[in-house]
């Protein structure tokens, strides 16, 4: 009996350990709309590297439901979690600019283009 109780707890701990590779948490920064339809959120992708290291995160954006661009970014902010001050965005009439600021590094620009009305729709 506990040459079984043994293995179970073996494989519990495993899929455990498993689990946490692929489930990792995300915190939202910020939601921003343009416009009825497009809409840009910024997550935190998991906690910062231990102790002073980089922390990542998502930016995505939406027209309507549908995910139309995406980045993933990784910033040297002293360790510490990113807040909506990390983010500056700009909507412009095709495109939206996202500069992403951290303590220890230059800023990140990075543009992702909005759906083009009409083409392939």
Not at 87 to 98: A, H, L, N, P, Y
Request: charge should be negative; charged fraction near 25%; glycine fraction near 8%.
């Amino acid at each position: 009996m506990q040459h079984w109780l043994g293995r179970f707890s073996l494989i519990c701990a495993l899929l455990l350990l498993t689990a946490g590779c692929f489930f990792v948490k995300e915190t939202e920064i910020l939601t921003e709309t343009f416009e009825p339809e497009y809409r840009l959120t910024v997550v935190q992708v998991g906690d910062p590297d231990f102790p002073f290291g980089a922390v990542r995160c998502r930016i995505r954006l939406y027209d309507g439901k549908r995910e139309i661009g995406r980045e993933d970014l990784s910033l040297q902010n002293d360790g510490k979690n990113l807040d909506r001050d990390n983010f500056e965005v700009v909507w412009r009439t095709d495109s939206v600019q996202i500069v992403a600021t951290a303590e220890e590094a230059e800023p990140i620009r990075c543009t992702l283009p909005l759906a083009q009305r009409g083409a392939g729709q």
